[in-house]
């Protein structure tokens, strides 16, 4: 099984790489997320890769964060979702608004991407937000630490709230001001959310 691919960028395309990992090519599936963060053809990258096996193949799925390729092989467990719708949902929107849409129940949002009808985003939405706690993401323009973030929303559940519930009052939380920086502080932030 390939966890990750290191090399040089041989040429790019939309929807899929070939990286030439010594002399010998790859061709990887990647999402346009993926895509804008690849350096230009001839220089050196690394993907982190989902080796999906089925019956009749085998591709390579990379993503250039281990959070991304964590919420595809989420996406990829939902009924009827496979690699490659899971792929056109990546690439219709930033990992971090999938999530967002996910655990705030926002199914019209994904049922915007490209293959993804009502009925399938609304499966997305109930099958995946309870699970999304198993997936660290980046929060992109707050300085609140990772760990301060998941101590916090252990404490919320301790409490008894949903993880679902808990994750969105974390988030208001967290885009309400200034960075916290103690759990104690982003808890009562949280439960003032709630």
Do not use: W
Not at 26 to 48: D, F, K, W
Not at 151 to 168: F, I, N, P, V
């Amino acid at each position: 099984m390939i966890a990750y691919l290191k090399g040089n960028i041989y040429s790019k395309q939309p929807g899929a790489i070939i990286i030439d990992v010594g002399g010998i090519g790859y061709l990887v599936r990647i999402s346009n997320h993926t895509l804008e963060r690849m350096p230009s053809t001839g220089e050196a990258c690394t993907l982190h890769i989902h080796h999906h096996i089925s019956d009749s193949d085998q591709q390579l799925f990379g993503f250039a964060s281990t959070e991304e390729r964590n919420l595809f092989e989420m996406l990829i467990t939902v009924k009827s979702i496979g690699p490659r719708l899971a792929l056109a949902l990546l690439s219709a929107m930033p990992p971090r608004q999938i999530v967002s849409a996910i655990v705030n129940q926002n199914s019209g949002l994904i049922s915007k991407s490209p293959g993804i009808g009502k009925k399938s985003a609304e499966r997305i939405v109930l099958e995946l937000r309870d699970k999304l706690g198993d997936i660290v993401t980046a929060d992109e323009g707050t300085g609140t630490s990772g760990s301060i973030q998941n101590e916090t929303l252990s404490a919320l559940e301790a409490l008894g709230y949903q993880r679902g519930q808990a994750h969105k009052a974390l988030q208001a939380a967290i885009n309400a001001g200034d960075d916290a920086e103690s759990v104690s502080e982003l808890l009562k932030r949280a439960l003032n959310h709630l």
